[in-house]
T-cell receptor, first 116, second 111 residues
Framework: SAVISQKPSRDICQRGTSLTIQCQVDSQVTMMFWYRQQPGQSLTLIATANQGSEATYESGFVIDKFPISRPNLTFSTLTVSNMSPEDSSIYLC?????????????FGEGSRLTVL | GQQLNQSPQSMFIQEGEDVSMNCTSSSIFNTWLWYKQDPGEGPVLLIALYKAGELTSNGRLTAQFGITRKDSFLNISASIPSDVGIYFCAGQDFGNEKLTFGTGTRLTIIP
């Protein structure tokens, strides 16, 4: 399995500002994913973070709004840029661990952002 | 895009009752998974299914991969208070690491 730590766990932000969320994993992982969970909703994939290359974004999400870094096999960041109240969500980091089947993801506890 | 619809949306049951929920898709998936999310936590994997018709158990949980590959169900027997939470199904296409999550079923146990 994998232990995933996300920071911050929650934050209240002002409109127009940007916030960077960190995801640290206790072991080297192959795939890292960033999800958004809007209040009372399901999980929507933002992007897949590949080590050593640019992230792959899903339809409706763009790099300018959600820049992602993945400098090594255990760490990634997601920035939510120029925030608006519509960005108020839980942002979840998840990983695929070597030895487990694809799709068997481990999730962090999430970062709950409230934008005023 | 693909959509996974779960039913029911919410359930209110008494402790000890059995629970059944299902997930249907507009398209075929190669893998079905069930996750549970507790308040303030990320989802946790419960069961993974890899073959059409497969029936898999994990303790009091049983899940099946539908023959048509467009649906799956999850049963929980003899529910206990810690079963409270939101259950999400997720589907994965062949050769694609991405998961599509269902709309969720919120389980509440009435004292």
């Amino acid at each position: 399995s994998a232990v995933i730590s996300q920071k911050p766990s929650r934050d209240i932000c002002q409109r127009g500002t940007s916030l960077t969320i960190q995801c640290q994993v206790d072991s080297q992982v192959t795939m890292m994913f960033w999800y958004r969970q809007q209040p009372g909703q399901s999980l929507t994939l933002i992007a897949t973070a590949n080590q050593g290359s640019e992230a792959t974004y899903e339809s409706g999400f763009v790099i300018d709004k959600f820049p992602i870094s993945r400098p090594n096999l255990t760490f990634s960041t997601l920035t939510v840029s120029n925030m608006s109240p519509e960005d108020s969500s839980i942002y979840l980091c998840s990983v695929e661990v070597k030895g487990w089947n694809t799709g068997e993801l481990f999730f962090g506890e999430g970062s709950r952002l409230t934008v005023l | 895009g693909q959509q996974l619809n779960q039913s029911p949306q919410s359930m209110f049951i008494q402790e000890g009752e059995d629970v059944s929920m299902n997930c249907t898709s507009s398209s075929i998936f190669n893998t079905w998974l069930w996750y549970k999310q507790d308040p303030g936590e990320g989802p946790v994997l419960l069961i993974a299914l890899y073959k059409a018709g497969e029936l898999t158990s994990n303790g009091r949980l049983t899940a099946q991969f539908g023959i048509t590959r467009k649906d799956s169900f999850l049963n929980i027997s003899a529910s206990i208070p810690s079963d409270v939470g939101i259950y999400f199904c997720a589907g994965q296409d062949f050769g694609n690491e991405k998961l599509t999550f269902g709309t969720g079923t919120r389980l509440t146990i009435i004292p």
